[in-house]
């Protein structure tokens, strides 16, 4: 293992790695063999999107003249430009959405890769770690363990823990493990991009310093990416719940990583354009992240960095069989700030590429879905939670009988989305565990934490606090 300790603002490019970069792709992939990958009679994916979104449409159409009579009973409460916006933002708006996302997820199968077997190319794993003394030495295991064929550059980017996560490192004695010990926390993105300037080979992964990569989750993940179309520059990884069984935190984001955000990408990637390749696990083409500066000073410096790479042209896939457990939040106040986080990385994306929302491309209509979270995050806040209490004393202005109509599309949503994510993990011989209490809560209450907690980091954003280090 190298020593490498760091006191500057960057480290310079090791000699020779700018050669190695940037051929891996495009030489290993050459076009004709993603001619006879497709050559098999398929649905072309416009298709699939244009059926979706008529789906999705009909839907909300059916939506709009259904709640006809609620938005006319609560304009006589509080007028009308606030009457449809609420009855907009809690059922039309959403509904529509959920009716895309389930007729993409039935039609979507996913492609197989192109190379099966056989050595791969040389990665660059660049693993951030800020006070993770308890985990980083399992984390490094864990890669120890992939039996990835092909060269392996590990560099951890110590950035100025105070909790023994330098001695840890230390104790370690692997031979492609370099550490990167830096004096000072700097926060995530500077350590990414210290890490970045040693990376020596064309692809580079980042993993978080408290996951834990399943096996063939290292090869899994470059197989997809080597048989995606030609213009990705980046896919991203599987992430689930490592400390699931923890409390009832833990247990009900276990069913939002299983269900929520792994359905949400695997819809993004069918329609080529996923739009977070997550900093826990993914990998990038290490030329056009030099050519990108790296990563951003932000918040949400994954989010982004992603929407950059979008930005250039490029298309960013996902990989659902390439597994890596990490830990998450197991506090509520630390869940909150987490999806404060998250919130403000949107915004902090927007502000940097919001020309997205003009790209003539299907994965533009997903730009669009996110401008839309913050107004239906606001009033599911500010109308929807009142609304609940209101209920409960019997007045039903906002929350009533009509409600209830969304009840079967979620059971609907919820069942394919568990029936997707299930298959899935028969594939990699994992069990879905039973965690009924975590399901019921994640049901009914989730929301009333995360979407509160979502506005109040747009809010952060838009008045411009200062930014903390994050490490999800």
């Known amino acids: 293992m190298k020593q490498i300790t760091s006191e500057r603002e960057g480290v310079s490019i090791r000699a020779g790695a700018d050669e190695a970069q940037g051929v891996v792709h495009e030489a290993t992939t050459p076009p004709e063999a993603h001619a006879a990958h497709h050559a098999r009679f398929y649905i072309p994916v416009i298709w699939k999107f244009s059926f979706a979104l008529t789906i999705g449409l009909l839907w909300m159409a059916f939506s709009i003249v259904a709640a006809q009579p609620w938005i006319h009973d609560l304009t006589r409460v509080i007028g009308s430009v606030p009457a449809h916006l609420t009855i907009y933002g809690i059922a039309v708006v959403p509904g529509f959405m959920n009716a895309f996302l389930v007729a993409s997820l039935l039609l979507d199968h996913r492609p197989k890769v192109l190379l099966e077997t056989g050595p791969l190319p040389g990665l660059s794993i660049l693993v951030a770690a800020y006070n993770e003394a308890a985990n980083i030495a399992t984390t490094i295991e864990s890669i120890a363990k992939q039996n990835y064929p092909g060269p392996l550059q590990v560099i951890v980017i110590n950035d100025g823990s105070?909790?023994?996560?330098?001695?840890?490192?230390?104790?370690?004695?692997?031979?492609?493990?370099?550490?990167?010990?830096?004096?000072?926390?700097?926060?995530?993105?500077?350590?990414?991009?210290?890490?970045?300037?040693?990376?020596?080979?064309?692809?580079?992964?980042?993993?978080?310093?408290?996951?834990?990569?399943?096996?063939?989750?290292?090869?899994?993940?470059?197989?997809?990416?080597?048989?995606?179309?030609?213009?990705?520059?980046?896919?991203?990884?599987?992430?689930?719940?490592?400390?699931?069984?923890?409390?009832?935190?833990?247990?009900?984001?276990?069913?939002?990583?299983?269900?929520?955000?792994?359905?949400?990408?695997?819809?993004?990637?069918?329609?080529?354009?996923?739009?977070?390749?997550?900093?826990?696990?993914?990998?990038?083409?290490?030329?056009?992240?030099?050519?990108?500066?790296g990563w951003p000073p932000s918040v949400g410096e994954d989010i982004v960095l992603t929407w950059d790479i979008l930005a250039k042209g490029y298309r960013v896939g996902y990989a659902e069989n390439a597994c890596l457990f990490t830990n998450a939040p197991d506090t509520w106040r630390q869940f909150i700030r987490q999806r404060q986080r998250w919130s403000r990385g949107l915004v902090e994306a927007f502000k940097a590429d919001w020309r997205l929302l003009f790209r003539p491309r299907m994965s533009t209509l997903f730009i669009w879905w996110n401008l839309m979270f913050p107004y239906m995050d606001l009033i599911y806040t500010v109308a929807f939670i009142p609304g609940i209490v209101l209920a409960l004393f019997g007045v039903y202005w906002i929350v009533g009988p009509m409600t209830l109509l969304v009840l079967p599309l979620g059971m609907l949503i919820n069942y394919v989305m568990y029936s997707v994510q299930s298959k899935m993990f028969e594939t990699q011989h994992l069990k879905v565990r039973r965690n009924i209490v975590g399901f019921m809560f994640y049901a009914l209450f989730y929301n009333m934490v995360l979407q509160p907690a979502c506005v109040v980091g747009y809010v952060q954003e838009l008045l411009s606090r200062q930014k903390r280090w994050g490490t999800k």
């Open 162 to 293: 105070t909790d023994g996560t330098a001695e840890t490192l230390a104790s370690l004695d692997y031979p492609w493990l370099e550490v990167i010990n830096l004096a000072h926390n700097g926060g995530k993105a500077q350590a990414l991009n210290l890490g970045l300037a040693q990376a020596k080979w064309g692809l580079t992964v980042t993993v978080d310093g408290d996951s834990y990569l399943y096996h063939d989750a290292l090869s899994n993940l470059v197989r997809r990416y080597l048989s995606d179309p030609p213009n990705t520059r980046a896919v991203a990884g599987e992430v689930l719940v490592r400390n699931s069984r923890k409390n009832l935190v833990t247990e009900v984001q276990e069913w939002d990583y299983f269900h929520g955000i792994a359905a949400v990408k695997r819809l993004q990637s069918l329609y080529q354009g996923t739009l977070v390749a997550q900093g826990a696990f993914s990998v990038y083409d290490t030329a056009l992240l030099r050519e990108l500066g």
